[in-house]
C-alpha cells in the first residue's frame, strides 16, 4: 500500500532543548512525530529512517539521518544534533535557521518541507556571550549600599533623602481627603476614615448583606434611582419586592399602575411584560397576563384567571369561573369546575360562576 507522506506524518516539537551534562553546550533538542497511515490509523512499531537538515541562507549547516521504530502509538522520538560537533559549531547569532524534514518508509526519502527554527534554540547562544565586557576594568563598581539612619534613607555613591514621618500626617501618601459632615477620620490605624451612616444604604451584618435600616417593612426596586419605593407609577425594565405583601416582580412595564399597591396581591408573582397578579397567592407569567383570582394562575399572551383557583394558558384565554381551567387559542371557561381545551369554543352565560350547577358547562 502506498501512502501520501504528508498524510502519515504530524509534527509535534517539544521541549526545545535539553542540557546533556554539568558545564556542557546545549546539545541538541527534542523532535517527536506521530506516524497515520492514509486512513488515519496509527502507523505502529513500524522501522522508518529521518533525515533532519539545518539551514539558513547561506547554506546548509548541519545534516544528519537517524534509523528510528515507531512505538505502539505510533510515535518517534530524536534527539537532533545530540553528540554532533557539526551541530555544537552552529554559530546561532548568524541569519535565522530553518528545520528540514525528509522521512523515508522503505522506498526513498520524502520531502516533508522546512520551518524556521524559533527563538527557544538561540540559548546556544548565551554560551557564547556577544558582549562580554561592561564598559570598564572593575567588574564590581556598579555594586552600591543603602542604608538607614534615623529617617535618612542613603545610597553609597549617590544622594540622601528623607523619608516621611509615620507619627504625623496620614497614610494616605500625597493624597489630600477633606472631612464635611458626612465624612470622618483621616485614614490611619488609630483614626480610620468613616462615612455619616445616614448616607449609606446598605450594610454588611455577618454574612448577610441589607439596607442600612428599615429593612424590615421597605419594599425593594432594581431598575430605578431611588430606594425604596412601593411599585407607585414606575414604568421600565426592573425587579421589585413588596416587603409588606411578599410578593415579587421582574420584567418590563409601560404601564404605571400595574405594580401599584391595588395590583399586588398577597405573596403573588409575576414576571415578563405588562403582567399583573392581583390575587393572593396568584401566578401571572408572560406577555400582559392577568391573574386575578385568589390562587389563580395566567400565563402565555393576554390570559385572564379572574376566577379563584383557575388557570388560563395560551393565547387570549379566560378562565372566569371558580377552579375553572382555559387552555388553547381564545377559549373561556366561565362556569364553576369547566374545562376547555382548543380554540374558539362557544361562548355562554352560566348559571353559576363559583357553585355546581347541573345545567352548566364542565
Given at each position: 500500500?502506498k501512502?501520501s507522506?504528508?498524510?502519515l506524518?504530524?509534527?509535534?516539537i517539544?521541549?526545545?532543548?535539553f542540557q546533556?551534562?554539568?558545564?556542557?553546550?546545549i546539545?541538541?533538542?527534542?523532535y517527536?512525530?506521530v506516524?497515520?497511515?492514509?486512513d488515519?490509523s496509527l502507523?505502529?512499531n513500524?522501522f522508518?529512517?529521518a533525515r533532519?537538515?539545518?539551514?539558513?541562507?547561506?547554506?546548509n549547516?548541519?545534516?544528519?539521518?537517524?534509523?528510528?521504530?515507531t512505538?505502539?502509538?505510533?510515535?518517534?522520538?530524536?534527539?537532533v544534533?545530540?553528540?554532533?560537533?557539526?551541530?555544537?559549531?552552529i554559530?546561532w547569532a548568524?541569519?535565522?535557521?530553518s528545520l528540514?524534514v525528509?522521512i523515508?518508509?522503505?522506498?526513498?526519502?520524502?520531502?516533508?518541507g522546512?520551518?524556521?527554527?524559533q527563538?527557544?534554540?538561540?540559548?546556544?547562544?548565551?554560551?557564547d556571550v556577544?558582549?562580554?565586557?561592561?564598559?570598564?576594568?572593575d567588574?564590581?563598581?556598579?555594586?552600591?549600599?543603602?542604608?538607614v539612619s534615623?529617617d535618612q534613607l542613603?545610597?553609597?555613591?549617590?544622594?540622601?533623602?528623607?523619608?516621611?514621618?509615620s507619627?504625623?500626617?496620614?497614610q494616605?501618601?500625597?493624597?489630600?481627603?477633606?472631612?464635611?459632615?458626612?465624612?470622618s477620620?483621616?485614614?490611619?490605624?488609630?483614626?480610620?476614615?468613616?462615612?455619616?451612616?445616614?448616607?449609606?444604604?446598605f450594610?454588611?451584618?455577618?454574612?448577610?448583606?441589607h439596607?442600612?435600616?428599615s429593612?424590615?417593612?421597605?419594599?425593594?426596586i432594581?431598575?430605578?434611582e431611588?430606594l425604596p419605593?412601593n411599585?407607585?407609577n414606575v414604568?421600565?425594565?426592573?425587579?421589585?419586592?413588596?416587603?409588606?405583601?411578599?410578593?415579587?416582580?421582574?420584567?418590563?412595564?409601560?404601564?404605571?399602575?400595574i405594580?401599584?399597591?391595588?395590583?399586588i396581591?398577597?405573596?403573588?408573582?409575576?414576571?415578563?411584560?405588562n403582567?399583573?397578579?392581583s390575587?393572593?397567592?396568584?401566578?401571572?407569567m408572560?406577555?400582559?397576563?392577568?391573574a386575578n383570582g385568589?390562587?389563580?394562575?395566567?400565563?402565555g399572551?393576554?390570559?385572564?384567571a379572574?376566577?379563584?383557583?383557575?388557570?388560563?394558558?395560551?393565547y387570549?384565554?379566560?378562565?372566569?369561573?371558580?377552579i375553572?381551567i382555559?387552555?388553547?387559542y381564545?377559549?373561556?371557561a366561565?362556569s364553576?369546575?369547566?374545562?376547555?381545551?382548543?380554540?374558539?369554543?362557544?361562548k355562554?352565560?352560566?348559571?353559576?360562576?363559583?357553585?355546581?350547577?347541573?345545567?352548566?358547562?364542565l
Open positions: 500500500m501512502y507522506i504528508k498524510q506524518i504530524t509534527i509535534v517539544l521541549f526545545i532543548f546533556s551534562g554539568i558545564a556542557q553546550f546539545s541538541g533538542f527534542n517527536q512525530a506516524i497515520r497511515n492514509s488515519g502507523m505502529k513500524r522508518i529512517e533532519f537538515t539545518i539551514f539558513n541562507n547561506e547554506g549547516v548541519f545534516t544528519e539521518t537517524y534509523s528510528l521504530n512505538n505502539e502509538y505510533g510515535l518517534i522520538n530524536v534527539v544534533g545530540e553528540n554532533s560537533d557539526d551541530y555544537k559549531n554559530n548568524a541569519t535565522p535557521y528540514h525528509e523515508n518508509k522503505g522506498s526513498g526519502f520524502e520531502d516533508m522546512s520551518s524556521v527554527i527563538a527557544v534554540p538561540y540559548s546556544n547562544l548565551a554560551l556577544v558582549n562580554k565586557e561592561d564598559a570598564d576594568a567588574p564590581a563598581n556598579e555594586l552600591q549600599t543603602l542604608s534615623g542613603t545610597i553609597s555613591s549617590g544622594n540622601t533623602v528623607t523619608l516621611p514621618s507619627s504625623t500626617g496620614d494616605w501618601g500625597s493624597q489630600v481627603v477633606e472631612s464635611d459632615n458626612s465624612l477620620g483621616d485614614g490611619t490605624i488609630t483614626n480610620p476614615l468613616s462615612v455619616d451612616r445616614s448616607i449609606i444604604v450594610e454588611r451584618n455577618g454574612t448577610t448583606i439596607q442600612i435600616s429593612y424590615d417593612t421597605d419594599d425593594f432594581l431598575g430605578r431611588a419605593v411599585g407607585e414604568t421600565g425594565k426592573m425587579l421589585f419586592f413588596d416587603k409588606s405583601k411578599g410578593a415579587f416582580r421582574a420584567g418590563n412595564l409601560n404601564k404605571s399602575d405594580w401599584s399597591p391595588k395590583n396581591g398577597s405573596y403573588s408573582f409575576a414576571v415578563g411584560y403582567t399583573k397578579a390575587g393572593s397567592y396568584s401566578t401571572a408572560g406577555l400582559s397576563t392577568i385568589n390562587y389563580s394562575s395566567a400565563m399572551r393576554y390570559s385572564t379572574n376566577g379563584d383557583y383557575s388557570t388560563a394558558l395560551g387570549n384565554t379566560t378562565a372566569s369561573g371558580k375553572s382555559a387552555m388553547g381564545s377559549t373561556t366561565p364553576y369546575n369547566e374545562t376547555v381545551l382548543g380554540r374558539y369554543n362557544t355562554y352565560t352560566p348559571n353559576s360562576t363559583d357553585a355546581w350547577d347541573d345545567n352548566d358547562r
